[in-house]
């Protein structure tokens, strides 16, 4: 099936199955590999994309239910001012340690942040719940969402 998708501000043409998980749309037929593959479950968050600047788990979102959505990846992420704040907060704290799950936890923190320009340690948990970091960042990725927010580390 054809499906016209917009990621990150440009139309993309795809010919793929509709029940394709938008993460290998993504990865495979549009050759965008900073969303990552994790547990093909939802529950590990390295693939987490925004659509309509809601953040989802790409690895279990089929095209077809994207419709008219903005994708959002991590490829994109940088060009709105919070992503912006939020990928310098990273760099600036030094979070990532292998950074693999970093795109997911970048678009998780970005979307709370828009959400919620200066969240307390509550809503961090609660929006950064489900993405797993295997070395175990936490402390780090909590101190760039408040340094990104502009509260004091």
């Known amino acids: 099936m054809a499906f016209t998708l917009t990621i990150n501000g440009?139309?993309?043409?795809?010919?793929?199955?509709?029940?394709?998980?938008?993460?290998?749309?993504?990865r495979d037929a549009l050759n965008m590999v900073g969303t990552?593959?994790?547990?093909?479950?939802?529950?590990?968050?390295?693939?987490?994309?925004?659509?309509?600047?809601?953040?989802?788990?790409?690895?279990?979102?089929?095209?077809?239910?994207?419709?008219?959505k903005a994708v959002t990846t991590i490829e994109g992420v940088g060009s709105d001012p919070v992503g912006a704040r939020v990928q310098e907060a990273w760099k600036t704290i030094d979070v990532p340690q292998c950074g693999y799950c970093q795109a997911g936890q970048i678009m998780a923190a970005t979307a709370l942040l828009t959400a919620k320009p200066r969240p307390t340690d509550a809503d961090i948990d609660a929006a950064m719940n489900g993405n797993l970091c295997r070395c175990a960042t936490y402390n780090r990725i909590r101190s760039a969402i408040k340094a990104a927010s502009g509260q004091e580390v």
Do not use: I
Not at 19 to 24: C, E, G, Q
């Open 10 to 26: 440009q139309s993309r043409n795809v010919e793929v199955e509709g029940d394709t998980p938008l993460l290998w749309v993504l």
């Open 36 to 68: 990552k593959f994790g547990c093909g479950a939802a529950q590990c968050g390295a693939c987490t994309v925004h659509l309509d600047g809601v953040p989802v788990r790409a690895c279990v979102t089929p095209v077809r239910r994207v419709g008219t």
